[in-house]
C-alpha cells in the first residue's frame, strides 16, 4: 500500500531466511529462549474486537488530497521543507484519528475512532461497577499540551464525564510526570479508585504495575510494534476473560 493510502506500489522486501535451524542453533549457544507455550503462565484469554468504522465525507477528501500531495512530491514538484512524504503520513494518521486534528472548525464525527471508543469504554466501565474494574486507553497521536487547543484526550475525557464518570476516575498519565507520583497513580488504579488510564505507547507500556483490576484495552490507533498490543494480557486478579479492542484499527 503507498504511504498516502491510496493503491498499491511494487517493492523489493526480504522474504525469507536460509539455514534457518542452523542460525537457531547457533543463537541458542549465548541465548536461553522460553517460549509463553513453554513457561505455560496463567494469563487471561483475550477476546480481540476489531471495530470496523467507515470515513466520514471529510475523511473521504482529506485522503484524496493526500494522493495528490504524494504525487506532487514524487515528481519533485514541492520543496521538501514545505511538503514530503513523511509529513504526509503523519497527516494520514491524524485523519485516521479524527478529523479535527487537521482542522478543528469541522464536525465531530458520529462514527469517529474516538466517539466509538469512548461508547466501548462508557459500557465496560458501567458493566464493572460492582467490582471496580479497570481499563486502559492507548493513544500515540493528539496528547494533552495544556494550551487550549483541540486534542484527543480531553475529548474523550469531557464526553466519558458527560455520560455520567466520575472525573477523578479518568487519569491521564501525562500529568503525573514522577516516580513517586507514577507509582502513586498506578496504586490507584490497582485498588480501582481511577477506573479509566489513558496514555501514550511509551509512558504506559512496559513498567506500568496496573493490571490488578484490568478487563479492558483499547487503542485507538495502532503502535508500532506488536509486542505493544495486549499489553492487558498479564497475570492478574478480577476476571479470566478480557477485552482488547482496536478502533479499526481501534483495539479495545
Known sequence: MSP?????????????????????????????????????????EAEFINEVLKPSEEQQEMVSAFSER?????????????????????????????????????????K???????ENAFQVWDEGKADRTTQLIFCDLSTPKGDGTFNVYDD??????ARGIPKEEIAFIHEYNTETK???????????????????????????????????????????????VGRILRTFKIKKNVEVTDNGKIII
Request: glycine fraction near 6%.
Open 182 to 228: 507514577k507509582a502513586d497513580l498506578f496504586a490507584k488504579v490497582r485498588a480501582g479508585q481511577v477506573r479509566i488510564l489513558m496514555g501514550s505507547t511509551p509512558k504506559l507500556g512496559a513498567g506500568t504495575n496496573v493490571q490488578d483490576r484490568l478487563i479492558a484495552l483499547h487503542h485507538l490507533d495502532c503502535p508500532w510494534k506488536p509486542s505493544d
Open 4 to 44: 498516502e493510502g491510496t493503491g498499491y506500489r511494487a517493492k523489493t522486501r526480504f522474504a525469507r531466511f536460509f539455514n534457518l535451524p542452523e542460525l537457531i542453533s547457533i543463537f541458542k549457544e549465548a541465548a536461553d529462549i522460553q517460549t509463553s507455550d513453554m513457561l505455560n503462565l496463567p494469563v487471561p
Open 112 to 118: 469517529s475512532k474516538v466517539n466509538t471508543c469512548v
Open 156 to 161: 474523550v475525557r469531557n464526553k466519558l464525564v
Open 70 to 110: 504524494a504525487e506532487e512530491v514524487r515528481a519533485g514538484l514541492v520543496n521538501p521543507t514545505v511538503d514530503n512524504m513523511l509529513k504526509i503520513t503523519n497527516d494520514g494518521r491524524k485523519c485516521a484519528l479524527d478529523q479535527r486534528l487537521l482542522n478543528e472548525l469541522l464536525p465531530d464525527a458520529e
